[in-house]
Every structure is written in C-alpha cells, then in structure tokens.
Nanobody, 124 residues
Framework: QVQLVESGGGLVQAGDSLRLSCAAS????????LGWFRQAPGKEREFVAV????????FYANSVKGRFTLSRDNAKNTVYLQLTSLKPEDTAVYYC?????????????????WGQGTQVTVSS
C-alpha cells in the first residue's frame, strides 16, 4: 500500500509558477512509476506527466510540454511537478498517482494509488 499526499496548489495569475509536491508513505515507492493527472470541473481526468522509477524516462502531455517539469527524489519519497507560464486552462485539481509496476503509462486506469488532489486555480 502506498499513501500519496499532494501539496503546493493555490490561486495564481496567468504567467505565474507553482511547484506541486507529492509525498509518499507506506511501502517503498522508489521502484514505482509516478504520474500526475488533472481534472477540471465537468471534464474527464487527463494525463499531465509521468516519470519512471529512476527518473530517466519522463513524458508530458502536449498541452504542458515546455511549461511543466517533473522530477523525483527517491531518498525523500517525493515527486515534484514544477508548473510555469500558467494559463487559465491549467485550472484543475491535480492528482498524484502511483503505479505498482515499472511500466510508463499515461492512462489513469493503469494507476493503483491516488492522492486526494490539490487545487490549482489560474486567473486571467
């Protein structure tokens, strides 16, 4: 079992930056693939970014590529999502998720553990 707790969300203006953190506890997560997803009101949960256990394979959704940066610190059991050049369309609840496998996947259904989410609101 892995417990995930996100933090770092908030209300910012367009063009601002935020850093989201996802702290894991429970069984070791150093071998797990970790992903970030987001869900805006009335919309489906969508993939944002994924990182493999070693951090040498990272993929981003086209909508955030070049603006968001994903990293992980296995010694601290934490994964970070740096959000820059934020846009109003980035407004959503952001969720961290862990996959029990080492596969790198973008489908939300592939992930076994989820955090409670952190709200990011970007005003224009």
């Amino acid at each position: 079992q892995v417990q995930l707790v996100e933090s770092g969300g908030g209300l910012v203006q367009a063009g601002d930056s935020l850093r989201l953190s996802c702290a894991a506890s429970g069984r070791s997560f150093s071998t797990n693939t970790l992903g970030w997803f987001r869900q805006a009101p009335g919309k489906e949960r969508e993939f944002v970014a994924v990182i493999n256990w070693s951090g040498n394979r990272i993929f981003y959704a086209n909508s955030v590529k070049g603006r968001f940066t994903l990293s992980r610190d296995n010694a601290k059991n934490t994964v970070y999502l740096q959000l820059t050049s934020l846009k109003p369309e980035d407004t959503a609840v952001y969720y961290c998720a862990a996959d029990r496998t080492t596969l790198v996947r973008t489908a939300a259904s592939s992930y076994d553990y989820w955090g409670q989410g952190t709200q990011v609101t970007v005003s224009s």
